[in-house]
């Protein structure tokens, strides 16, 4: 039998007993492949899930779509997002369909529940009725349509994994992550498109080189252009890339455009680290995280993401009190809001 890849995470106590542990696996790469610190097997394959939506703009953007369609940097942003199907955020996706031609009844990404209670309310309080401009996929669903649209493909099939958009994005995913498109498994996501199974360390290493194409060694100089601009775009507007209730907006707030930081489901999550903040001198990085048993409450990503930065020392007091409540330690409250226990993250980074 082989050893499970993973190791405890987080932990929940109860009076002095550890009640609860969640186990899961960490990779932390520099754009140049350089491993710095690791945790549980950082070999581990597992979907990107939504992680995977900025190396699923790329190929849009880097063979002109901003140009074509006069894109802005937020409605970029709103194309590599989950987000929260906000009346703004439906919006933008409206003004990106706008500008490109796609019609909402093109999108393949289905309908969903909202989590965001406000507009949940003021929907509800109108009598108006979810459609697929609202699911958090949308607007990567709008931004492959309008692709393929600029390419005169069709669009019936386009999240076919044998269209020629999803293989594109598979090559430039590929590419970035350093692996031959034969070694990606590929699954289909909750929105019917494509997605990747890879090493953490491969996404980690993805993620370094979007944020650092240059340390990365990002070829060609489009892409190296393209990987500024969707970085650009996520950190300069985290409203779009997640929304008012979202820990990838209000982790990319605090940072102050320094670290990209993107959901995925299933316990994934993924961050990017521009040159410089983990030292003077230092490369772009890249944070892969997987929670084994999918996190279903996302009570764990955000405390374990914030304690990978903070024993990286990729944030500083006062941006991590900013956080403070996400963690990454946190009290437990019964429902008489008595002190019970704790939630904390349990792991040190092998460095």
């Not at 493909?153 to 999803?166: A, E, G, V």
């Not at 393209?226 to 985290?238: K, L």
């Amino acid at each position: 039998m082989s050893l499970s890849p993973y190791l405890p995470l987080f932990e929940l106590t109860r009076g002095r007993i550890v009640e609860s542990i969640h186990f899961g696996a960490i990779a932390v790469v520099d754009a140049s492949g350089r491993t710095i610190a690791s945790y549980g097997d950082p070999q581990a394959v597992t979907f990107l899930r939504s992680t995977a939506k900025p190396f699923q703009a790329l190929p849009f953007i880097e063979n002109g779509g901003q140009e074509h369609y006069s894109l802005s940097l937020r409605e970029i942003a709103l194309i590599c997002a989950s987000h929260s199907g906000t009346d703004e955020h439906v919006a933008v996706v409206q003004g990106v369909q706008a500008k490109t031609g796609v019609a909402e009844a093109d999108l393949q990404c289905g309908i969903h529940p909202l989590s965001h209670e406000p507009t949940i309310e003021a929907m509800r309080q109108r009598g108006e009725k979810l459609t697929p401009n609202r699911h958090n996929c949308s607007g990567k669903h709008t931004g492959m349509l309008a692709y393929a649209l600029m390419k005169a493909l069709p669009k019936d099939n386009y999240t076919d994994p044998s269209h020629p958009i999803q293989q594109e994005i598979l090559g430039a995913f590929t590419a970035m992550c350093a692996l031959p498109p034969e070694q990606v498994e590929l699954g289909i996501d909750g929105c019917s498109a494509p997605n990747f199974a890879v090493p953490l360390y491969n996404a980690a290493l993805g993620l370094a080189r979007l944020c650092d194409p240059e340390a990365g060694e990002v070829e060609p100089p489009a892409r190296r252009r393209a990987c500024h601009t969707i970085v650009d775009a996520m950190t300069s507007h985290p409203d779009m890339v997640g929304g008012p209730d979202s820990f990838d907006t209000h982790l990319m707030g605090a940072a102050g455009g320094r670290i990209l930081a993107k959901s995925g489901a299933e316990g994934f999550y993924g961050m990017g680290l521009r040159p410089g903040v983990l030292g003077p001198d230092s490369p772009g990085a890249g944070v892969a995280l997987k929670v084994s048993d999918g996190d279903a409450k996302n009570r764990v990503r955000p405390a374990v993401a914030l304690e990978i930065l903070h024993q990286l020392g990729a944030l500083d007091a006062s941006q991590l009190e900013r956080l403070a409540v996400y963690g990454p330690v946190s009290t437990v409250h019964n429902w008489r809001k008595l002190e019970v226990g704790q939630a904390r993250p349990c792991f040190v980074l092998s460095r």
